[in-house]
């Protein structure tokens, strides 16, 4: 079974910080923004998502990384995604539509 490890939000870019909870609706966590509309948001990539086995495996090979400083709005673990999969987080359902490639100024 999954479970949400954090919400991350900004006033746009990177890092998102820690938020307690979130409004989400079909743009994304409401009050978060992201400096390139053209990459980033809209309701086929409102909510990026982050599986935290992803984030400790780039941490083991020596990445400078940690919640929140990838943009992702959604830290998970136990939810093994994969295109096409649905899943709920807490009252929230998602399916993952595509995978999201780094953003040129943290890649």
């Not at 998502?49 to 941490?59: G, M």
């Not at 020596?62 to 999969?85: A, C, D, M, Q, R």
Request: hydrophobic share 40%; charged share 20%.
């Amino acid at each position: 079974m999954g479970r949400l490890l954090g919400i991350f939000a900004s006033n746009g870019g990177v890092p998102k910080l820690p938020v307690e909870s979130a409004q989400i609706d079909i743009n994304g966590i409401v009050g978060d923004a992201c400096n390139d509309k053209k990459h980033h948001g809209g309701p086929m990539k409102a909510i990026c998502v982050l599986e935290n086995e992803l984030l400790v495996k780039l941490q083991s090979e020596g990445h400078p990384i940690h919640p929140g400083s990838t943009g992702e709005n959604i830290l998970v673990e136990g939810y093994n995604l994969e295109f096409g999969k649905v899943f709920d987080v807490g009252e929230v359902r998602l399916e993952v539509v595509s995978d999201a490639t780094p953003c040129w100024k943290i890649a």
